[in-house]
């Protein structure tokens, strides 16, 4: 990226390179670890957190260390001796990364809310910046994470490579021409709401990844996830409960045609996601400049007559573009994406993948219970619908229909949860949703 590769540079050149403390070491963060280690100057891992350390391990094999630089550290002053010998620290507890004075910068690559929303406190606490692969924690506690992240004077942001971090790169663009952005959205490839771990086990053993993971992408939970970020980072809504998402084979400059702009005006711009459309799996976002003069360029810039004109992005690339994040949140003090200050705009929720039974527990998010779609905040409020973020271990009350919300008064919520805390206190902040 421009700008933080010179200042990366720089940092290498002076040997003070942004120390990374990496937390779950999966499919993604085994690809960005390589990528740093291989790749990228002025940044180093000096710790990584994984449950059971022979996965730590083994992901450090996968990303290129010696055994010889790969040390187990059981507290915080162990991690930071390591790194100081310029060794790596594997650890599975995660307070001994946060709490080591030779990380800067904490990658969660978790996915798990439960687990994300105690490590971000950890990482607070300890004045570390906090880089989110982990977009689910993020849509389900963010504004409250922000909030408290930038109190104690650290960056809270989601990572670049990831579509909402794209959407978000593109959108300030945009507006950096002067365009308005009316519509942020996801290109997606397939979109199925009934797919399972079951019907993904090819595709997740194809790929090296996790089953319930891929499952999310399929049935729509993770591109709701994204869009909610996105709109509560950029100040968007939604058009309706589970965004347009047409299908359309055609390209993304066609859909400027597609939306009714008065509309979009009134909701003062919408997120969405398009399915089969090209060029995928990138992101667009369709802008409008009230300028006769400068819609005038546009239209020679070969942008169109307007009024709205696209913009896109063809790809998105994960993992390789997190250390971006670390760089701007480290050496600049910017977030790529981060919720604004007043509240969520967007929330996910949790519809019915099957015809659920009364005194069952609901299965992980990308399982065989239960989809995620986006709906307004306000929606979500006024029907107390459940954030799709905390229903993982909520017992239903009631039978639930296929394709059915679930809501606060259809589940028993596990005692004791930190992230059912925390999303009180969120609620409690927030009581109208962001406007
Ligand atoms: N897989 C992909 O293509 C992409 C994934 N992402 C995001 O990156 C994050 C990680 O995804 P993947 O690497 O694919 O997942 P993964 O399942 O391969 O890796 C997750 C890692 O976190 C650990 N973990 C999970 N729950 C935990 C908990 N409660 N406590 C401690 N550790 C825990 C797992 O053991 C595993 O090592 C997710 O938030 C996902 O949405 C973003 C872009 C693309
Ligand atoms: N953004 C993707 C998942 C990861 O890249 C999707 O929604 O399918």
Redesign the pocket.
């Known amino acids: 990226m421009i700008i933080t590769d010179n200042l990366l540079l720089r940092a290498q050149t002076a040997r003070k390179p942004i120390r990374v403390g990496v937390?779950?070491?999966?499919?993604?963060?085994r690809g960005m670890m390589h990528h740093i280690h291989h790749d990228v100057p002025g940044m180093v891992i000096t710790a990584v957190?994984?449950?059971s350390r022979e996965?730590a391990h083994a992901a450090l094999d996968f990303a290129g260390y010696a055994a010889g630089d790969i040390i187990d550290a059981d507290n915080a002053s162990a991690v930071s001796d390591a790194a100081r010998r310029g060794m790596v620290a594997v650890t599975d507890d995660?307070t001994a990364l946060t709490g080591s004075d030779q990380v800067d910068v904490v990658v969660d690559?978790?996915?798990?809310v439960?687990?994300g929303a105690e490590l971000a406190l950890s990482a607070i606490e300890n004045g570390k910046h906090l880089v989110l692969?982990?977009?689910?924690v993020d849509a389900t506690l963010g504004s409250i994470l922000c909030h408290k992240a930038e109190a104690a004077g650290i960056v809270y942001t989601g990572?670049d490579?990831?579509q909402p971090g794209v959407q978000m790169n593109l959108i300030r663009f945009v507006r950096g021409l002067g365009l308005r952005p009316l519509v942020a959205g996801n290109i997606k490839g397939l979109q199925d709401e009934y797919r399972n771990p079951t019907t993904q086990e090819g595709f997740a053993r194809k790929w090296g990844?996790?089953p319930?993971?891929?499952t999310?992408?399929a049935d729509g939970t993770?591109v709701s996830?994204e869009q909610a970020l996105v709109a509560n980072a950029a100040g968007l809504s939604v058009h309706r409960g589970g965004c347009l998402g047409r299908d359309h084979e055609g390209h993304v400059d066609e859909l400027t045609g597609m939306y009714d702009l008065d509309e979009l005006h009134a909701m003062g711009g919408a997120v969405d996601y398009v399915v089969k459309a090209k060029p995928g799996p990138g992101v667009y976002v369709l802008a409008s400049h009230d300028d006769p003069k400068q819609q005038h360029y546009l239209n020679l810039y070969k942008l169109g007559e307007g009024p709205l004109y696209p913009f896109y992005t063809p790809y998105h690339l994960?993992?390789f573009e997190v250390p971006n994040t670390i760089a701007r949140a480290m050496l600049l003090g910017d977030a790529c994406i981060k919720p604004l200050p007043n509240g969520p705009r967007v929330e996910v929720v949790p519809m019915a993948k099957r015809d659920l039974k009364a005194g069952q527990a609901l299965d992980a998010k990308g399982g065989y219970d239960y989809y995620g779609v986006c709906e307004k905040a306000s929606v979500q409020r006024t029907e107390n619908l459940l954030p799709l973020g905390l229903a993982e271990g909520c017992v239903l009350t009631r039978d639930i229909a296929k394709d059915e919300v679930i809501s606060y008064a259809d589940v028993q919520v596990p005692d004791g949860r930190l992230a059912d805390r925390l999303r009180a206190e969120q609620d409690a902040m927030f009581p109208v949703a962001g406007a």
């Open positions: 937390v779950g070491p999966g499919f993604m963060a957190f994984a449950r996965k995660h690559a978790t996915g798990s439960f687990f692969m982990n977009a689910e990572m490579g990831d990844q996790d319930h993971m891929v999310s992408f993770k996830v994960c993992h």
